[in-house]
């Protein structure tokens, strides 16, 4: 295992399974400015790795939160214009995890709230402990979300479980998170959750390369777009894939009843 330190973010590599790890345990990991930009660095230098990394667990240190929120204390003091511009910023990490070009998995043991909840909604996968809770109470602090919640939660639950949670500020348990579809996979403990999202990356791994990157440009681009853009997007990485030597290694070793040869 290797590790590159940053301030508020780390990120260490188990073979190509790479665990970015929020790093401010004693304020429950919440999102402050380096913490972005922290985000934003770290998966900008994963990704010029290539294949090498095959997924990300995106997670928090200290076993109490995922990240609980933006930070408040530095927030209290902010114009108009500088929130804007923070909120450029969430958006702007919320993106890179996002676009990145492998499997994110959000490993949550205990608080995703606000834009801890934002974050771990740009994953791929959302998996959690059965001791974690959810939720944007944005609303009690005068506040909306603003790293993507009014724009990720509708298409994860449904627009009338999004506009509950949003205009409640309520927190929702695990149990009710895997209920709306928030959480796709729930786990006893921590050691069970972190099992989990590498078993899911292993099989994942297994796969081609170039076609889950494809299938994954496909479902982020076509999110949110007219059933019309969308399905030309699927169309675009349908040809793409035929551009590839995996698709032809894939199709002649079904076809030879062998197991495929995937390049990286």
């Given amino acids: 295992m290797t590790d590159e330190p940053m301030e508020s973010v780390r990120a260490t590599h188990e073979g190509t399974v790479a665990i970015v790890t929020i790093d401010r345990p ?13 985000l934003i660095s770290t998966l900008a230098a994963l990704r010029e790795q290539g294949a090498a990394v095959r997924g990300v667990i995106l997670t928090g240190e200290g076993g109490r939160a995922f990240a609980a929120g933006a930070d408040l204390r530095a927030m209290s003091s902010l114009s108009p214009a500088d929130a804007a511009e923070l909120a450029h910023l969430g958006h702007a990490a919320a993106d890179a995890i996002e676009a990145f070009p492998a499997p994110v998995i959000a490993a949550v043991d205990g608080f995703a709230l606000g834009g801890g909840l934002e974050m771990a909604m740009a994953c791929d996968l959302v998996y959690a402990t059965d001791a974690s809770h959810f939720g944007l109470p944005e609303v ?23 506009r509950d949670l949003i205009f409640t500020g309520r927190r ?19 050691d ?6 590498r078993a899911t990356i292993d099989a994942v791994a297994a796969n081609s390369w170039s076609a889950v990157g494809l299938a994954k440009r496909v479902l982020t681009s076509a999110a949110g777009t007219p059933t019309s853009t969308a399905r030309g997007l699927e169309i675009d990485g349908f040809e793409d894939a ?12 079904f076809l030879e009843k062998r197991e495929p040869r995937f390049g990286v």
């Fill in 242 to 253: 035929f551009r590839t030597d995996d698709m032809h290694e894939g199709v002649a070793a």
């Fill in 192 to 197: 069970a959750l972190f099992a989990g999202a």
């Fill in 172 to 190: 929702i348990d695990t149990a009710e998170a895997v209920a709306v579809g928030l959480v796709a996979r729930r786990f006893p403990d921590r």
């Fill in 140 to 162: 009690h602090l005068g506040l909306i979300p603003g790293f993507g919640g009014t724009v990720r939660l509708p298409r994860l639950v449904g627009p009338a479980v999004a």
């Fill in 26 to 38: 004693k304020a429950l990991n919440a999102l402050s400015r380096d913490v972005l930009e922290g």
